[in-house]
Structures are given as C-alpha cells and as structure tokens.
C-alpha cells in the first residue's frame, strides 16, 4: 500500500491539514500535544472506520470549528494497480470511497468491507504490525499463548489448516462407518418371496387354462344374449306401437265426432246471423243518426255561447267613458297654442333676467347694457314663476284632454269589432240546422246490433274451432299411419330373431362361468404381481442391505485415512510446526534488529511461540520479564522484522513514539534502525513513517512533516 495524499479538515488539533507523501522513510515531528498520534489516528480511522480515541466520533472535531463547517478525513493511496480516496465525516460518520474503474462505494460497513479486500489482509494485523500505536508495540508480546497462535496463524496466513481441519472434523462425523441392515435375514427372506412368487405364477398358468376352454361357448352365448336382447327391444316397440295405435285410433274418432258437432252447429249459427244482418245493419244506419242529432244539438249550444259572449264584450266596449274636468271639444288645440305663447314668454323673460344679471348682455333695441332695476327686467323676474306654474297646469290638461280623446277612438274601433261578431255570431246561429231524432230509441238499436255482432262473432270461433280439428285430425291420422307401420316393423323383427328366453338363460349361465374364470384369472393375475413386487421390494432391500455394508466397510477406511490427514492440520501439529520455524527465521532478523540497538542481549525462538533472552554472561531470560526499554527495542525489533519479512506485499509501516521509553543510548543507537528501514524502503519498495518528537532523527528522514 502507498500513501499518496492526506487532507484533515478540523480533525482534533488540525484545522486543516494537507501532506502528500513520497516514497522511503517519512518522519511526523512535532511536540507533545501537537497532534503527531492524531495524524496516524486519522489514517486509520480513513482505513477502518475505527475511533482511536475515547468518547464519540464527532468529539473528535476541533473546538475552532464552526457549526456547519466540515469535519472529516479524506486519504488517497493505491495497492498494486489500484487506485483509491476514501473520505469520512466526523459529523455524520458517512463514508465514500471511490476506485478508479469501479462504482462508487457508499456506507461505513460497505467501504470497510471493500478497503480490506484490496489491501489483502485482516483489520487487527493492520492495526497490530502496520499503524502501530504507543500502546500497540507490546501488542505481540502481551498476547496470550492461545492469541499468540490465532494471530500468527492469520499472519502467517495459516488459517487455512484450521479450516481444513474442522472440515475434515465434521466430514469424519458424516461418514456412515456402520450399518444396522440384517443381510443374512435378508438373503432368507428373498428366497421365500422367491418360492412365492412361482407357487403364484402356476396357480395363474392354470386359471388361464381353465379360461381358453370357455373362449368357443362364450361367443355363442354373446350372441344368443344380443339375439335375445334385440327381440326383447323389438317386443317392447311392438307393444309400445300397439298401445299408440289404439289411443291414436280413440283420438280420431273423438276429433271426428267434434268436427261433426261443430259444423252442425256452425250452419244454425250462421243462419241466425244472416236472418239478423238486415235488422242490424237498419239499426246502424239509425244510431248513425242519433249520432248527428247529438253532434247538431251540441254544435246549437256552443254558437249560442258564442253569441251571447259576444253581445256582452260589445255592452263592455259602448260603456260611457267620463272627459276630464273642464273638456271641450276643440279645447286641447288651443291649450297646446297657448302653451308655446307662454314658451316664448318664458324664454324671452328667462334671458332678459339673465342678461340684467351677468351685466354683460346688452338691449337687443338700442345695443346699451340692461340695467337689473329696470322696470321690465323687475317685472319679467316676477312674473316667470306665474308664468312657469301655468305653463305646467295648461300642459298637464293638454295631455289629459290628448289621452281622453285617444281612448274616445280606440273605444269606437272596439264597438266596430263587437258589432262585427255579434252579427257573425247570429249569422251562424241562424244558417245551423239540427236534423230529427229518429223514433227508435237508442237502447233497443244497440241491443239489435249487438245480437248481431255476438253470432258473428261465435261464427267466427266455430269456423276456426272447425278448421282447427280438420288439421289435428289429418295429423292424428298421419301418426296412427305410422304407428300401425310400427307395429308392423316391430313384428316382423321379432319373427326374424327367433329365440326363446330358456335360450337366454342357458346362455347367461354359460356366460356367469365364464366371467368366473375370468375373475379367478384376474385374483391369481393380481396374487401373481403382489408377489413379483414383493420380491422386487425383498431384492432391493438386499441390495442395499449389501451396499450399506460395502459403503460402511469403505468409510471406515476413509476414516481411518482421514483422522490421520486431520491430525496432521491440528493446530498443535504441522500449523504450530510451520509458525516455530517461522518464529525461529524471524529470530535471526531480530537479532540483527537488536545488534544495531545495541542492547546487550540477543533473542531465540521458544516452543511457547515467543522469545527468551540470552545475555553476554548466559544468562537468560523470558522477554515478558525484560525491563520497559528492554521490551519495547525488542518489541520494535519484532515490528521490523516481520513487515520486513511477512508484510512486504501490503509494503506499509508507521510506528508511533517507537524511542519513547528506550535510554539515551537507545536512541542513539536506533540511528542504523532507521537506516536499515531506509535500506528497505529503497530495495524492496517499502513506506515507512515514524511518529517522534525526536528532532536529533530529522536527518534521517527522506520527508517530514513538521507539526512545530
């Protein structure tokens, strides 16, 4: 893995924080309280989504940060050929990282699902032998021995054996190493199913004997049974023909004597009809009249009515209308003369008043101004009230005396109107004449042309009545005809077949015999079959009872093959042996480690999965019983060796504070440490970055990030 590019944005002590990493050894210096553990803090939440501090996530934004302002780590780095940004935010804890090539990855489980498979590994190897935190570095050697092994199992990519082991466990489980089938019971029981089955088949082989000896008889019985049944059928038409042919025979004889009653009495009927027609149509002809008597007297009283209206409308239309007071005739002309004199009175008054009073008109006479006390302009200013006042009464009487002689002429063009109708209304009634009733009376007419009508009438039903029996009757006689050649048919198929019931019933037996057979072939066929299956069912049984036992004699075999191959993958046995000599290899780098440190003493691999330390004088002694300084440079020593030896494919290494609790001399002495990582960096293409606040480590550096 290669960091390429980190950007913190109010992420603890950063406001904003931009590097961009190169390859080889890269030294994070600052001060304590700086932020220097943040910065790998911040890596590794971007990798992991894990919070390396206490609390929550979002307190981890810094204290200088606005409200809405963004808070949050983006971090760009490539694995082989894969180019990646993950980015996180401290306020939502969203996540989104993107890969060249690939769709957009979005959600905090979903982003650290994808970072781990392109970085190959497991998230606690990374945390453990890659971000290596101050707390961290005993990781290893802290472990208990059970956690030692699964971790080194993971590290040294093991897990596989453990895998195949447990699979190889539960397979052994499944292996059917017993059977429970009783083979020779079995073997005993298909044998007797065996001598079933042929003492069922001889007993079939001789009922189909006994069959074929009925196959002759029964054809000839079948025939003589169809004989028999066709002569019963033809027996039952000939009886059923024979019953129509009487009741058909009846109902002619019926519908002739009805046919003869009706037309008997069809002729009476229509005699007294004719002997009634004359009588009938006379009383017609007279009610015709009663009729236009009735017609005439009504059409009499309405042109009454109409003469009498119209002598009332011309009484209404001469009634006096009464003249308005002071009338005369000729007055409304010279009231309307005497109504423009006073106009122009008026007018002449009304402008001689005005003209006085603008002071501006002058005297139409003599052309000088009026004077507004003259005589004439006084006596014109009183009169125009008179003047007015009269004028309006004078119009209101013209327009009364206009309005009176108007109704005057339209009431004479109403008298005309009323005049005219009441002489057409006499002239109509004068030209109607009433025709005379006739000497009859109505009711006995009627009742004469009722009489009529009700023989006409009962003529009419017998006629149809009669009509309708003539064609029920040539029907009835066309279903005897058929009928009788019914008979006939049925008859002669009778004579034809010729056979006797006594003839049946012996063919019945014979055919009963037959049918027996048929039914103990059937019993011994099914006997026969039930046998066959059960043999078949005994033989699969065996069968399997014989491949149960072959299977369970070869898995037990397998088992055998199996339970030592899973033996050997048990993690005490070839995984354990594979992780010693591993352990004993990393020993040797290790020392080399150590040597340049300069610590006095040198390491070797125990059984336990762990080292002892030898020092110059012999003595020795476990590293978990090593002083603080001691542990942590062979805690270091460990971290190398292994990202040197294990973890150079994810090419990645940063350690925080790693000289924190080693001597003066230690951290002189960790100057070729550092060197050697440079080494490493530049052959085998490594990242490495140290977290101090070491400022004599600087020149060793390729690039720094100072956070002074």
Same mark, same amino acid.
């Given at each position: 893995?290669?960091?390429?590019?980190?950007?913190?944005?109010n992420?603890?002590?950063?406001?904003?924080?931009?590097?961009?990493?190169?390859?080889g050894?890269?030294?994070?210096?600052?001060p304590?309280?700086s932020?220097?553990?943040?910065?790998?803090?911040?890596?590794?939440?971007?990798?992991t989504?894990?919070?390396?501090?206490?609390?929550?996530?979002?307190?981890n934004?810094?204290?200088?940060?606005?409200?809405?302002e963004?808070?949050?780590?983006?971090l760009?780095?490539?694995?082989?050929?894969?180019?990646?940004?993950?980015?996180?935010s401290l306020?939502?804890?969203t996540?989104?990282?993107?890969?060249?090539?690939?769709?957009?990855?979005?959600?905090?489980?979903?982003?650290?699902?994808?970072i781990?498979?392109i970085?190959?590994?497991?998230?606690?190897?990374?945390?453990?032998m890659?971000l290596?935190?101050? @707390? *961290?570095?005993?990781?290893?050697?802290?472990?208990?021995?059970?956690?030692r092994?699964?971790f080194?199992?993971?590290?040294?990519?093991?897990?596989?054996?453990?895998?195949?082991?447990?699979?190889?466990?539960?397979k052994?489980?499944?292996?059917?190493t017993?059977?429970?089938?009783?083979? *020779?019971?079995?073997?005993q029981?298909?044998?007797?199913?065996?001598?079933?089955?042929?003492?069922?088949?001889?007993?079939?082989?001789?009922?189909?004997?006994?069959?074929?000896?009925?196959?002759?008889?029964?054809?000839?019985?079948?025939q003589?049974?169809?004989?028999?049944?066709q002569?019963?059928?033809?027996?039952?038409r000939?009886?059923d023909?024979?019953?129509?042919?009487?009741?058909?025979?009846?109902?002619?004889?019926?519908?002739r004597?009805?046919s003869?009653?009706?037309?008997r009495?069809?002729?009476a009927?229509?005699a007294?009809?004719?002997?009634l027609?004359?009588?009938?149509?006379?009383?017609?002809?007279?009610?015709?009249q009663w009729?236009?008597?009735?017609?005439?007297?009504?059409?009499?009283?309405?042109l009454?009515?109409?003469?009498?209206?119209?002598?009332?409308?011309?009484?209404?239309?001469?009634?006096?209308?009464?003249?308005?007071?002071?009338?005369?005739?000729?007055?409304?002309?010279?009231?309307?003369?005497l109504?423009?004199?006073?106009?122009v009175?008026?007018?002449r008054?009304?402008?001689?008043?005005?003209?006085?009073?603008?002071?501006?008109?002058?005297?139409?006479?003599?052309?000088s101004?009026?004077?507004?006390?003259?005589?004439?302009?006084?006596?014109?200013r009183a009169?125009?009230?008179?003047?007015?006042?009269?004028?309006?009464?004078?119009?209101?009487?013209?327009?009364?005396?206009?309005?009176?002689?108007?109704?005057?002429?339209?009431?004479?063009?109403?008298?005309?109107?009323a005049?005219q109708?009441?002489e057409?209304?006499?002239?109509?009634?004068?030209?109607?004449?009433?025709?005379?009733?006739?000497?009859k009376?109505?009711?006995e007419?009627?009742?004469?042309?009722?009489?009529?009508q009700?023989?006409?009438?009962?003529?009419k039903?017998?006629?149809?009545?009669?009509?309708?029996?003539?064609?029920?009757?040539?029907?009835?006689?066309?279903?005897?005809?058929?009928?009788r050649?019914?008979?006939?048919?049925?008859?002669?198929?009778?004579?034809?077949?010729?056979?006797t019931?006594?003839?049946?019933?012996?063919?019945?037996?014979?055919?009963?015999?037959?049918?027996?057979?048929?039914?103990?072939v059937r019993?011994?066929?099914?006997?026969?079959?039930?046998a066959?299956?059960?043999?078949?069912?005994?033989?699969?049984?065996?069968?399997a009872?014989?491949?149960?036992?072959?299977?369970?004699?070869?898995?037990?075999?397998?088992?055998?093959?199996l339970?030592?191959?899973? *033996?050997?993958?048990?993690?005490?046995a070839?995984?354990?042996?594979?992780?010693?000599?591993?352990?004993?290899?990393?020993?040797?780098?290790?020392?080399?480690?150590?040597?340049?440190?300069?610590?006095?003493y040198?390491?070797?691999?125990?059984?336990?999965m762990?080292?002892?330390?030898?020092?110059?004088?012999?003595?020795?002694?476990p590293?978990?019983?090593?002083?603080?300084?001691?542990?942590?440079?062979?805690?270091?020593?460990?971290?190398?060796?292994?990202?040197?030896?294990?973890?150079?494919?994810?090419?990645?290494?940063?350690? @925080?504070?790693?000289?924190?609790?080693?001597d003066?001399?230690?951290?002189?002495?960790?100057?070729?440490?550092?060197?050697?990582?440079?080494e490493?960096?530049?052959?085998?293409?490594?990242?490495?970055?140290?977290?101090t606040?070491?400022?004599t480590?600087?020149?060793?550096f390729?690039?720094?990030?100072?956070?002074?």
């Amino acid at each position: 893995m290669r960091l390429q590019l980190l950007e913190l944005d109010n992420f603890c002590q950063h406001r904003r924080l931009r590097h961009t990493f190169v390859p080889g050894l890269t030294g994070i210096l600052g001060p304590c309280g700086s932020g220097k553990s943040n910065v790998m803090g911040a890596i590794r939440y971007a990798l992991t989504g894990k919070n390396q501090n206490a609390g929550r996530l979002d307190d981890n934004i810094s204290q200088y940060a606005e409200k809405d302002e963004p808070s949050g780590v983006l971090l760009a780095f490539s694995h082989h050929e894969v180019q990646a940004e993950v980015s996180r935010s401290l306020r939502s804890g969203t996540a989104t990282l993107k890969v060249e090539g690939r769709p957009t990855v979005t959600g905090a489980t979903n982003v650290n699902r994808e970072i781990m498979e392109i970085l190959g590994i497991e998230e606690d190897i990374l945390h453990t032998m890659c971000l290596v935190a101050q @707390d *961290d570095i005993f990781g290893f050697l802290a472990k208990r021995p059970a956690q030692r092994l699964d971790f080194l199992q993971r590290l040294f990519q093991l897990q596989r054996a453990e895998e195949i082991h447990k699979f190889l466990w539960t397979k052994l489980g499944s292996l059917p190493t017993s059977y429970t089938a009783d083979v *020779d019971g079995l073997r005993q029981r298909r044998g007797e199913l065996q001598e079933a089955a042929e003492a069922a088949q001889a007993a079939l082989r001789e009922a189909q004997t006994q069959q074929s000896s009925f196959e002759e008889s029964r054809e000839h019985a079948t025939q003589v049974r169809k004989r028999y049944e066709q002569w019963l059928h033809a027996d039952r038409r000939w009886r059923d023909a024979s019953t129509k042919v009487a009741e058909t025979s009846q109902q002619v004889e019926n519908l002739r004597r009805t046919s003869n009653e009706n037309s008997r009495r069809l002729e009476a009927v229509e005699a007294e009809a004719e002997a009634l027609r004359v009588s009938a149509d006379e009383a017609s002809g007279l009610l015709h009249q009663w009729q236009l008597h009735r017609t005439a007297v009504a059409n009499q009283a309405t042109l009454q009515s109409n003469l009498d209206r119209a002598k009332q409308q011309l009484a209404l239309a001469e009634e006096r209308i009464p003249p308005p007071k002071g009338y005369d005739e000729g007055r409304a002309s010279e009231l309307h003369s005497l109504c423009n004199e006073l106009r122009v009175e008026r007018d002449r008054s009304r402008r001689m008043v005005q003209a006085a009073d603008s002071g501006m008109a002058e005297c139409p006479t003599c052309g000088s101004e009026i004077d507004p006390t003259n005589p004439a302009v006084v006596e014109a200013r009183a009169q125009l009230p008179n003047i007015d006042a009269d004028l309006a009464q004078m119009e209101a009487s013209a327009a009364a005396f206009e309005k009176y002689e108007q109704a005057i002429a339209q009431q004479a063009t109403n008298v005309a109107w009323a005049r005219q109708a009441v002489e057409q209304a006499e002239t109509q009634l004068e030209g109607h004449e009433v025709p005379p009733a006739p000497d009859k009376g109505e009711m006995e007419l009627r009742g004469a042309v009722t009489a009529w009508q009700q023989l006409s009438s009962e003529a009419k039903q017998l006629r149809e009545a009669c009509s309708a029996a003539q064609n029920t009757l040539a029907r009835q006689e066309g279903e005897l005809a058929g009928y009788r050649a019914a008979l006939e048919e049925a008859g002669k198929a009778k004579d034809e077949l010729d056979v006797t019931a006594e003839a049946d019933s012996q063919a019945e037996a014979l055919l009963r015999q037959a049918a027996a057979a048929d039914e103990t072939v059937r019993q011994a066929e099914q006997s026969a079959l039930v046998a066959r299956e059960r043999l078949d069912e005994a033989e699969r049984a065996y069968q399997a009872g014989e491949e149960a036992k072959r299977r369970a004699e070869q898995a037990a075999v397998w088992a055998e093959r199996l339970t030592k191959i899973r *033996d050997v993958f048990h993690r005490e046995a070839a995984p354990r042996f594979a992780i010693q000599e591993a352990i004993n290899r990393l020993a040797t780098e290790v020392n080399g480690c150590l040597q340049r440190l300069d610590v006095g003493y040198r390491v070797e691999a125990t059984q336990g999965m762990t080292f002892t330390a030898i020092f110059p004088d012999g003595r020795r002694q476990p590293a978990e019983r090593l002083s603080e300084g001691q542990r942590v440079a062979l805690a270091l020593s460990f971290c190398l060796a292994v990202n040197t030896a294990y973890a150079a494919d994810l090419g990645f290494l940063m350690l @925080d504070e790693p000289t924190r609790s080693l001597d003066e001399h230690l951290i002189r002495g960790f100057d070729p440490i550092l060197s050697r990582l440079r080494e490493l960096a530049t052959s085998r293409n490594l990242q490495c970055g140290i977290i101090t606040h070491e400022r004599t480590l600087e020149p060793l550096f390729d690039d720094t990030l100072d956070l002074t």
